[in-house]
């Protein structure tokens, strides 16, 4: 499976979903940056990254180049929320301190029913299932 994207404009929904396994910074930074210059992406309103099952391998002040790139995208950024999906310790801890760092409002939770409440999206819980279904 590879790491993969979907941007919904009709709801201004964004999914990334990265692969199982060993997940390195430049896998990070490579989805990242392929989902901004997607011609959508400035319709994305929610966000939601699904990193549950990865394994980074990197160090935390590998961090400030994942920042780095948010904030060279930022005037193209009208994101109002974005989700992590997170199942590990040591990978919520990363995304924790990536959060720190930025401006933008991110949140972490564990569950899709936890992201489904956190985005708050105008959209059933069921049609939440089926567009992050990628």
Do not use: W
């Not at 060993?22 to 490579?30: G, M, P, Q």
């Not at 400035?42 to 948010?70: A, G, P, W």
């Not at 199942?87 to 992201?115: H, Q, S, W």
């Amino acid at each position: 499976m590879q790491n993969r994207f979907v941007i919904y404009p009709e709801v201004n929904f964004g999914v990334s979903k990265l692969s199982p396994g060993i997940t390195s910074i430049n896998d990070l930074l490579a989805i990242a940056k392929e989902f901004r210059l997607d011609k959508n992406f400035n319709k994305v309103h929610y966000q939601l990254t699904d990193l549950r099952e990865c394994i980074f391998d990197f160090k935390s002040d590998e961090i400030n180049k994942m920042i780095s790139l948010v904030n060279e995208y930022k005037d193209k950024d009208n994101q109002k929320i974005g989700v992590y999906l997170v199942d590990k310790p040591m990978e919520t801890a990363l995304v924790a301190l990536f959060f720190k760092n930025l401006d933008a409002k991110r949140e972490f939770c564990y569950t899709i029913e936890g992201a489904y409440k956190i985005l708050n999206m105008p959209i059933s819980f069921d049609k939440f299932k089926t567009l992050i279904d990628i």
